[in-house]
């Protein structure tokens, strides 16, 4: 009986270490569980966040999924004190085993299986803990758990054979989830204390090793206290192996709990127009009509896409190429790094310059309007009006679109006027306050908005960018998306034209009110100042002066039929622009990005560039996978370049931009354009120098939203210092390497014209802007 009892033993044992052993022979060869190809394990993180390049070298933003933003880091660049808090925490006996650690494991069934002691440790290792990770799924009930743990024993011995012990290390800081989007040891780094991972010191190296325990327990910025006993305790774990004394321990764990927190959001920090911008661009799919329409966007849009599918390899960039494995590139796991054109200094003197300007002059300026307009920040239109329309924007349009009934659609509408506690923005922090969705809406309306677009002419790159002034508010890029009336900065197209058809700066026209026969219907063009009326005046002069008489005269002199054509050939390609003798005066909608393109063709005899927002792709094993080139047209030839040029200098040395001198002291070789629509609604102004073009508009979210006042309205006062400002600084930089004393490309000695044209005006003096009057019917001849 007694050997029946031993031989029944001996048998048990023998057959749970073979069925041990078959089972984890089956897992290895991916019979049981999930068993990663050995590709994947020479390649574990495949999935990480792209990182985006300034053209000076700077990190200026990271793209993701709300879990995967992780930013690789090398073991070289990890603070020792962070690896050795891990070690001394997690996995003591880390260098002295191969995956599993048999006397953790032994000790974990013993005293937390068998004798209950939940604070006896665990027995996963930092390998195991790297398989669970990178492997397993989250477990539904313990069971699934306990089936899962041997699956991981086997990767865990598998990574060990394929990796070193300061790559497992890096791996696993590299992929554990520090919350609040902090995915990796390098954003975590930088969202929690604003520091590279070499940068950490000892306490804040254990705190966020202490969150490897439980992230969400022990949070640092929800539990403070819990998370400062965590990182003490990693402290005394350091202590324990020898990794630190105990001076330093007493030193260390008297000090209060010090964060630099901020979350890792692609809506903030430099640059947040352009990135999301650039992000949308290369993950644009090939545009389809019906889905257009389906999203409610326009024709123009649809359009102008399809063009850019077309004709720029950066548009749709991830749904044109494939990676080796046939796959297209994913923006958000591939772990690209996109090095873009962007100078981080000159988008941050951008910015700055439209925030001083916008935030700090204009919108307190326009915000004593509440005094005079009873329908603030409407201007002409009643409360009844806005009201419709905002409903009807908000509310109706969409409930329709999804089938609601009319009584529905009417419920909706009343709790869209009911008021209730809400946060709402301002410049200088959100706010809580008590208003319905309805004034809500009126509210955010009446912050004036701005686009900012600065590119070199020689080769297109975009140095700055901005669509706006908080992207997490407003997030409508008013710098490539908004399409506004770009009023009389149009008219040097328009001049160029008559360049091309053999006139030049010199030649005269009548400066008289004319009228003129469009579409069977007289048109008479108005005009904000009656100087010199009467006379014959030089072209120069008229665009000096931005007169809408001589635009009218050279309109009906050309073919507007062939300015839509060049207005094409500047890359302005509106669809729905169509030939009219009001095409002069500039009632056609255009972005800021494309105004600023068509300009470059000025500076560089002729040739219009395309903005560059890219000059290459690299992939995460540092290979170039993509190149790109600046992509160009000739537009006028080089002679008609240099007159707009020298008539371009005459609007700032003498004409409606002359305060670029006399107030903001620039002297640098430049020209401009200023530009103001009816009702001082859009407010442009366009500036060229040697090396630089930029544009830049201000504006309300809608036409009737503007100043009353042409001296607050006009372009020279809403947009021009932008200009100013951010060229003041641009400057100022020596180490940009722009300078004042720059002349522009033009051979020595070219003379546009031999006549002395008599200009009235002198430096220092300036006419006010001249506001392009169209009426409502000769604007829809254009949209015709």
């Given at each position: 009986?007694?050997?029946i009892?031993?031989y029944?033993?001996?048998?048990?044992?023998v057959?749970?270490i073979?069925?041990v052993?078959?089972s984890?022979w089956?897992?290895?060869n991916?019979?049981?569980?999930?068993?990663p190809p050995?590709?994947?394990?020479?390649?574990?993180i495949?999935r990480f966040?792209t990182?985006?390049y300034?053209?000076?070298?700077?990190l200026?933003?990271?793209?993701?999924?709300?879990?995967?933003?992780?930013?690789?880091?090398?073991?070289s660049?990890?603070?020792?004190?962070l690896?050795q808090?891990l070690v001394?925490?997690?996995?003591?006996?880390f260098?002295?085993?191969?995956?599993?650690?048999?006397?953790?494991?032994?000790?974990a069934?013993v005293?937390r299986g068998?004798l209950?002691q939940?604070?006896?440790?665990g027995?996963?290792?930092?390998?195991?803990?790297?398989?669970?990770?990178l492997?397993?799924?989250?477990?539904?009930?313990?069971?699934?758990?306990?089936?899962?743990?041997?699956?991981?024993?086997?990767?865990a011995v598998?990574?060990?054979?394929?990796y070193?012990?300061?790559?497992?290390?890096t791996?696993?800081?590299?992929?554990?989830?520090?919350?609040?989007n902090a995915?990796g040891?390098?954003?975590?780094?930088?969202t929690?204390?604003s520091?590279?991972p070499?940068?950490?010191?000892?306490n804040?190296?254990?705190?966020?090793?202490?969150?490897?325990?439980?992230?969400?327990?022990?949070?640092?910025?929800?539990?403070?206290?819990?998370?400062?006993?965590?990182?003490?305790?990693v402290?005394?774990?350091?202590?324990k192996?020898?990794?630190?004394?105990?001076e330093?321990?007493d030193s260390?764990?008297?000090?209060p709990?010090e964060?630099h927190?901020?979350?890792n959001?692609h809506?903030?920090?430099l640059a947040?127009?352009?990135?999301?911008f650039l992000?949308?661009y290369?993950t644009?799919?090939?545009?389809?009509?019906k889905?257009?329409?389906?999203?409610?966007?326009?024709?123009v849009?649809?359009?102008i896409?399809?063009?850019?599918?077309?004709e720029?390899?950066?548009?749709?960039?991830?749904?044109?190429?494939?990676?080796?494995d046939?796959?297209?590139?994913?923006?958000?796991?591939?772990?690209?790094?996109?090095?873009?054109t962007?100078?981080?200094?000159?988008?941050r003197?951008?910015?700055?310059?439209?925030?001083?300007?916008v935030?700090?002059?204009?919108?307190?300026?326009?915000?004593?309007?509440?005094q005079s307009?009873?329908?603030?920040?409407?201007?002409?239109?009643t409360k009844?009006?806005?009201?419709?329309m905002?409903?009807?924007s908000h509310?109706t349009?969409q409930?329709k679109r999804?089938?609601?009934?009319?009584?529905?659609i009417?419920?909706?509408?009343?709790?869209?006027?009911?008021?209730?506690?809400m946060?709402?923005?301002?410049y200088?922090g959100d706010?809580d306050t008590?208003?319905s969705s309805l004034d809500?809406?009126?509210?955010?309306?009446?912050?004036?908005?701005?686009?900012?677009?600065?590119m070199c002419?020689?080769?297109g790159q975009?140095?700055a960018?901005?669509?706006?002034l908080?992207l997490?508010?407003?997030?409508?890029d008013?710098?490539?998306?908004g399409?506004?009336?770009?009023?009389?900065?149009?008219?040097?197209?328009?001049y160029s034209?008559?360049m091309?058809?053999?006139m030049t700066?010199?030649?005269?026209?009548?400066?008289v009110q004319?009228?003129?026969i469009?579409?069977?219907?007289?048109?008479?063009?108005r005009n904000g100042?009656?100087?010199?009326?009467?006379?014959?005046?030089?072209?120069?002069?008229g665009?000096?002066?931005s007169?809408?008489?001589?635009?009218a005269y050279?309109?009906?002199r050309?073919?507007?039929?062939?300015?839509?054509?060049?207005?094409?050939?500047?890359?302005i390609r509106?669809p729905?622009?169509?030939p009219?003798?009001?095409l002069?005066?500039?009632?056609?909608?255009?972005?800021v990005s494309e105004?600023?393109?068509?300009?470059?063709?000025?500076?560089?005899?002729?040739?219009?560039?395309?903005p560059?927002y890219?000059?290459?792709?690299?992939d995460?094993?540092?290979?170039?996978v993509?190149?790109f080139?600046?992509?160009?047209?000739?537009v006028?030839s080089?002679?008609?370049?240099?007159?707009?040029l020298?008539m371009?200098r005459?609007?700032?040395?003498?004409g409606?931009a002359g305060?670029?001198r006399?107030r903001?002291?620039l002297?640098a070789?430049?020209?401009g354009k200023?530009g103001?629509?009816n009702?001082?609604?859009d407010?442009w102004?366009?500036?060229v120098?040697?090396r630089?073009v930029?544009?830049?508009?201000?504006?309300?979210d809608?036409?009737?939203?503007?100043?009353?006042?042409?001296?607050?309205?006009?372009g020279a006062?809403?947009?021009?210092?932008?200009?100013a400002?951010?060229?003041?600084?641009?400057?100022?930089?020596e180490?940009?390497g722009?300078?004042?004393?720059?002349k522009?490309?033009i051979p020595?000695?070219?003379?546009?014209c031999?006549?002395?044209d008599?200009m009235?005006?002198?430096?220092?003096e300036?006419?006010?802007?001249?506001?392009d009057?169209?009426?409502?019917e000769?604007?829809e001849k254009?949209?015709?």
């Amino acid at each position: 009986m007694k050997k029946i009892f031993v031989y029944s033993l001996w048998s048990i044992l023998v057959i749970s270490i073979l069925t041990v052993a078959i089972s984890f022979w089956a897992i290895a060869n991916g019979m049981i569980g999930y068993m990663p190809p050995i590709e994947d394990l020479h390649n574990p993180i495949s999935r990480f966040a792209t990182q985006v390049y300034s053209s000076d070298g700077k990190l200026i933003g990271t793209w993701s999924r709300s879990k995967e933003n992780r930013v690789m880091v090398d073991y070289s660049k990890l603070s020792p004190t962070l690896v050795q808090a891990l070690v001394a925490t997690e996995d003591a006996r880390f260098y002295d085993h191969s995956g599993i650690d048999f006397y953790a494991l032994m000790r974990a069934i013993v005293k937390r299986g068998i004798l209950g002691q939940k604070s006896a440790g665990g027995g996963s290792t930092i390998t195991q803990q790297l398989a669970k990770q990178l492997y397993s799924d989250v477990a539904s009930s313990t069971m699934e758990r306990l089936l899962q743990k041997p699956i991981e024993w086997v990767i865990a011995v598998q990574l060990e054979r394929t990796y070193t012990k300061d790559e497992i290390i890096t791996l696993y800081l590299n992929y554990f989830d520090f919350l609040h989007n902090a995915v990796g040891i390098k954003t975590a780094a930088n969202t929690y204390f604003s520091k590279e991972p070499s940068e950490l010191t000892i306490n804040e190296c254990a705190t966020l090793v202490g969150l490897c325990k439980n992230p969400s327990y022990f949070n640092p910025v929800r539990f403070p206290e819990r998370s400062k006993s965590r990182r003490n305790v990693v402290l005394g774990q350091m202590y324990k192996e020898g990794y630190i004394t105990k001076e330093v321990f007493d030193s260390c764990a008297n000090e209060p709990l010090e964060l630099h927190f901020r979350v890792n959001d692609h809506k903030e920090g430099l640059a947040t127009y352009f990135r999301e911008f650039l992000r949308s661009y290369m993950t644009a799919k090939k545009p389809d009509h019906k889905a257009y329409t389906r999203r409610g966007r326009s024709y123009v849009e649809f359009f102008i896409d399809s063009l850019a599918w077309e004709e720029d390899p950066l548009y749709g960039w991830c749904n044109k190429n494939k990676k080796r494995d046939g796959e297209y590139y994913n923006l958000y796991t591939d772990g690209l790094k996109v090095y873009t054109t962007i100078d981080s200094r000159m988008q941050r003197y951008a910015e700055q310059a439209c925030y001083d300007h916008v935030v700090k002059y204009l919108q307190p300026a326009f915000n004593q309007g509440k005094q005079s307009k009873p329908n603030f920040p409407y201007s002409e239109l009643t409360k009844e009006k806005v009201d419709d329309m905002i409903l009807s924007s908000h509310v109706t349009y969409q409930m329709k679109r999804d089938g609601a009934s009319e009584e529905e659609i009417e419920e909706a509408k009343r709790r869209f006027c009911t008021k209730k506690e809400m946060t709402v923005f301002t410049y200088h922090g959100d706010i809580d306050t008590i208003m319905s969705s309805l004034d809500s809406v009126r509210y955010m309306k009446s912050f004036l908005r701005t686009g900012f677009f600065s590119m070199c002419p020689q080769n297109g790159q975009v140095k700055a960018y901005v669509g706006g002034l908080d992207l997490l508010h407003f997030n409508y890029d008013m710098a490539t998306h908004g399409r506004r009336q770009v009023g009389s900065t149009i008219k040097p197209f328009l001049y160029s034209l008559a360049m091309e058809d053999g006139m030049t700066p010199c030649d005269e026209a009548p400066n008289v009110q004319q009228t003129y026969i469009v579409a069977g219907k007289p048109w008479t063009p108005r005009n904000g100042s009656r100087k010199r009326y009467g006379e014959m005046v030089t072209l120069k002069w008229g665009l000096q002066q931005s007169n809408n008489w001589i635009s009218a005269y050279l309109m009906s002199r050309l073919n507007p039929q062939a300015f839509v054509t060049l207005l094409n050939a500047y890359g302005i390609r509106n669809p729905e622009i169509h030939p009219s003798m009001a095409l002069c005066l500039g009632p056609c909608d255009i972005t800021v990005s494309e105004m600023v393109s068509a300009y470059t063709a000025f500076v560089n005899h002729g040739i219009r560039m395309a903005p560059l927002y890219v000059t290459r792709i690299v992939d995460n094993e540092g290979n170039e996978v993509a190149k790109f080139e600046p992509r160009m047209n000739e537009v006028i030839s080089e002679n008609s370049a240099h007159k707009m040029l020298y008539m371009l200098r005459a609007v700032v040395d003498g004409g409606t931009a002359g305060r670029l001198r006399f107030r903001y002291n620039l002297k640098a070789q430049m020209g401009g354009k200023t530009g103001t629509t009816n009702n001082n609604s859009d407010a442009w102004f366009m500036g060229v120098t040697p090396r630089l073009v930029t544009g830049c508009w201000v504006g309300g979210d809608d036409r009737d939203i503007h100043f009353n006042s042409m001296t607050m309205g006009q372009g020279a006062t809403m947009s021009l210092p932008i200009f100013a400002y951010y060229m003041q600084k641009v400057y100022a930089d020596e180490q940009l390497g722009y300078s004042q004393d720059e002349k522009f490309d033009i051979p020595e000695g070219f003379d546009p014209c031999a006549i002395n044209d008599n200009m009235e005006l002198i430096d220092g003096e300036e006419e006010d802007e001249i506001i392009d009057e169209i009426p409502d019917e000769q604007q829809e001849k254009i949209y015709q």
